[in-house]
């Protein structure tokens, strides 16, 4: 079993960025055999994917609409993934998610997922 925080969503400014954290923990749960993304939720929207990273590895991936402004990496003595972003477009507002599975996926088919954390961009 996975727990997963998330944090550091808030309201920025276009042109502005922001710094997510992905506290990951579990007793006996073995992180170095999975693959750590981020998703987000606008209003009326289907959940989309928008980075993952490997946990043992560090190797990534990115959606074509944050490739650039992004960037995913991990900590593993924290065991916390982070999401900074740069360059906010008021199309980045959503509820970023944290995951966690067994393969890297741009689909939804993660195992454990975090509360989710509001990031709004304003025009």
């Known amino acids: 079993q996975a727990q997963l925080v998330e944090s550091g969503g808030g309201l920025v400014q276009a042109g502005g960025s922001l710094r997510l954290s992905c506290a990951a923990s579990?007793?006996?749960?073995?992180?170095?055999?999975?693959?750590m993304a981020w998703f987000r939720q606008a209003p009326g929207k289907e959940r989309e994917f928008v980075a993952s990273?490997?946990?043992?590895?560090?190797?990534?991936g990115y959606a074509d609409s944050v490739k650039g402004r992004f960037t995913i990496s991990r900590d593993k003595a924290k065991n916390t993934v982070y999401l900074q972003m740069d360059s906010l477009k008021s199309d980045d507002t959503a509820v970023y998610y944290c995951?966690?599975?067994?393969?890297?996926?741009?689909?939804?088919?993660?195992?454990?997922w975090g509360q989710g954390t509001q990031v709004t961009v304003s025009s």
């Open positions: 995951a966690t599975g067994p393969r890297p996926t741009m689909t939804t088919a993660y195992d454990y």
């Open positions: 579990g007793r006996t749960f073995t992180f170095s055999n999975y693959f």
């Open positions: 990273i490997s946990w043992s590895g560090g190797s990534t």
